[in-house]
């Protein structure tokens, strides 16, 4: 399932770009970028691919790594919950077992 609003990473991914011709893109207008919570920087999917297929893009030899620092980042900031849970759960085992 895809969603319809990309970021700009994915954007260099699918134009085979880099992330700040993606910016100068946006910048120049050939691309349409929306504020999401006046934060986030988002792309409509569509419209990426419409402007890849009419050729008005020269893909670049850019390699988009996936860091480990990105990788730790995105591990703890998706799975937090379950991190504090298994905390909680082991504190409070410890308090049942060894607190007597």
Known sequence: ?????ITVRETAQILAVSEKKVMDLIEGG??????IADQFLRLK???VVNILST???VSENV?????PGERVRDFFYFNDFYL????????LLYI???TY
């Open 1 to 5: 399932m895809s969603s319809q609003y």
């Open 63 to 67: 390699a988009h790594g996936y860091t």
């Open 30 to 35: 050939n691309l349409q970028a929306y504020r």
């Open 55 to 57: 050729g008005q893009v």
């Open 84 to 91: 504090i849970s298994l905390a909680v759960i082991g504190v």
């Open 96 to 98: 049942i077992f060894f």
């Open 45 to 47: 999917r569509n419209e």
